[in-house]
């Protein structure tokens, strides 16, 4: 079974259109995190939530809304696709928020065209 | 911005041991460093986590120094499949008092044959 498992893969869409990625654990952890990877390898965190609450949102547009209808799913939803979204999108979660313990999920390749 | 500095890319060969420097200037008292591992088209794996002296598990050493501004990563008897991209993370707290890593470029390692 996989711990953290984000769907789908690859994603390619065409500009202005709105996508969304999911992704579950199955871990029991309290917190979740989308990840954002950019052509350069910069990881960089976009969202955290703990048991379903919001609690990092980092400076990232208001078109991507995340969204945890409970503590094992975190989705993102992402309107009004841009050429600059085009990255690896990674979920992961951790079991306290801490700084140690992160599972990430295999990634999603968005290419926007 | 990443609070970390390591060298961008390293070489090695089959059956060497590497060592790979972190420099973390700013530390603070109560972080913690830690290192994740990344294969290309996956997300990154932890490796290792230390405060102060040395850490040991099955995979790696972790040397952190009585300053705590630096600390070393050594993975011995490296093999093909340790070609990969290292972190090293601390920690950081937002406004909020929520924890968060800090990504780096990381190191990219290269081990030939």
């Known amino acids: 079974d996989t711990a953290v498992s984000q769907t789908p893969k690859y994603l390619v869409t065409q500009m202005g259109n709105d996508k969304s990625i999911k992704c579950e654990q199955n871990?029991?952890?309290?917190?979740m995190y989308w990840y954002k990877q950019d052509s350069k390898k910069f990881l960089k965190i976009m969202f955290s939530?703990?048991?379903?609450?919001?609690?990092i949102n980092e400076t990232v547009p208001n078109r991507f809304s995340p969204k945890s209808p409970d503590k094992a799913h975190l989705n993102l939803h992402i309107n009004s696709l841009e050429l600059g979204d085009s990255a690896v999108y990674f979920c992961a979660s951790n079991p306290n928020g801490g700084y140690y313990g992160y599972t990430f999920g295999s990634g999603t390749r968005l290419t926007v065209v | 911005l990443a609070k970390t500095t390591q060298p961008i890319s390293m070489d090695s060969y089959e059956g060497q041991e590497v060592n790979i420097t972190c420099s973390h200037n700013?530390?603070?008292?109560?972080?913690?460093i830690t290192w994740y591992q990344q294969f290309p088209s996956q997300g990154p794996r932890f490796i290792i986590q230390?405060?102060?002296?040395?850490v040991t598990n099955e995979v790696a050493s972790l040397f952190i120094p009585a300053d705590r501004k630096s600390s070393t990563l050594s993975l011995p008897r490296v093999s093909l499949s340790d070609t990969a991209v290292y972190y090293c993370l601390v920690g950081d707290v937002n406004a909020g008092n929520n924890r968060k890593l800090i990504w780096g470029l990381g190191t990219s390692l290269a081990v030939n044959p």
């Open positions: 700013n530390i603070a008292t109560n972080d913690y």
């Open positions: 939530y703990n048991n379903k609450e919001l609690i």
């Open positions: 871990l029991g952890h309290d917190t």
């Open positions: 230390g405060y102060k002296t040395k």
